[in-house]
């Protein structure tokens, strides 16, 4: 489906692994056109991608055909092996009335794959009932880089961070740009730092916080929306990385972070938060029990107080798992047995 820079970036290292591993691999885009307008309820959202999904694979020969997200599966019908490659399922992100057309069309397509590939063990845990008879195989979204990483192109070490706070609101309501901003201000921390916020444009992030009669913040920059290479540098040169969100389908840009050598201050978000175990066996402190400003302000002062040299030496150990030559042998030794292709 490719609608988010994530779910693109997902699809280019998977055919990037393929690749490595000698095989030939397509990505198919799919165009929602105008019917994209329709967009505005979940429901019609996954009827109109899933449309869409199926008319780009129409007519389609391969080997095995890899859905790099549930909703591109919905509608499809294919002749021979399939996967389902996703962040998290419609069981578990398209609750209530509005969801449950997705969730019984999962059910079927999820059930008659031949492999599923979640993208982490958040993801593998909430797979339908259902489908749990299907071989499922994590396969990691590969984090590049490290604090250390290409100094050659002057991105910052730990000992160079000349960014206090970061945050990525791109989806503000989603985001939590309202109790983020809130924290920062109860956290009192806006007298004395400065907090870079991505992903949103100043106006559009102050009206949505005039909607919730917040004040524009003190100590707060826009940086509208960066390319993923600018956002990585971003993250190179960043303290604290904060994330306030109601909910996580994955969480790229926190194990992004980590990665980075930043201290990961965050809400136990609702979804398959795949960096949550790994941020709270670093620093529970650094863990905001609750969706609310006065939590997340206390869990951002201790984000300053943290050690940055060892809580990122410590990092780097628990993100083994997720760099591309782990993954690489994952897919090399699990996924293509899986799937009949060796």
């Not at 019984?104 to 590939?117: F, G, H, I, P, Q």
């Not at 740009?177 to 924290?183: N, P, S, T």
């Not at 190179?236 to 909910?247: D, E, I, P, Y």
Request: with cysteine; net charge positive.
């Amino acid at each position: 489906m490719g609608t988010t820079p994530g779910l693109r970036g997902a699809d280019e290292a998977f055919a990037a692994m393929a690749q490595q591993a000698s095989f030939s691999c397509e990505i198919v885009n799919v165009s929602v056109g105008k019917s994209g307008s329709l967009r505005k309820q979940s429901m019609l959202t996954d009827v109109v991608e899933a449309r869409a999904a199926r008319n780009a694979a129409s007519g389609v020969k391969a080997r095995v055909i890899v859905y790099s997200t549930v909703t591109a599966a919905l509608m499809q019908n294919p002749k021979g092996k399939y996967a389902v490659r996703f962040d998290s399922p419609a069981a578990e992100n398209r609750p209530g009335a509005s969801g449950a057309w997705s969730r019984r069309r999962e059910t079927k397509v999820l059930s008659n794959a031949d492999v599923l590939l979640p993208w982490g063990q958040a993801a593998l845990k909430l797979i339908p009932q259902e489908a749990r008879g299907v071989p499922a195989i994590p396969l990691h979204v590969p984090i590049e880089g490290g604090p250390d990483a290409d100094r050659s192109a002057s991105i910052a070490g730990v000992g160079e961070r000349d960014i206090d706070a970061l945050a990525y609101a791109g989806y503000p309501e989603k985001r939590g740009l309202d109790v983020l901003i809130q924290a920062w201000q109860t956290s009192g921390l806006d007298q004395k730092r400065r907090l870079r916020v991505t992903g949103i444009e100043r106006g559009r992030a102050l009206e949505f916080l005039k909607k919730r009669k917040i004040p524009e913040p003190l100590g707060v920059e826009w940086s509208g929306l960066l390319e993923p290479g600018q956002f990585r540098y971003t993250l190179s040169r960043t303290r604290v990385f904060v994330n306030a969100s109601r909910r996580e389908d994955h969480g790229l840009s926190q194990l992004e972070a980590l990665a980075a050598g930043a201290a990961l201050v965050t809400t136990i978000s609702e979804g398959p938060y795949e960096a949550l175990p790994l941020a709270t066996k670093l620093d529970s402190r650094l863990i905001a029990p609750s969706q609310t400003a006065q939590s997340l302000a206390f869990a951002l002062r201790s984000g300053f107080q943290v050690d940055l040299d060892d809580y990122s030496a410590r990092a780097q150990e628990l993100l083994e798992p997720y760099r591309p030559a782990a993954i690489q042998q994952v897919f090399e030794e699990q996924v293509v047995p899986a799937l009949g292709l060796r």
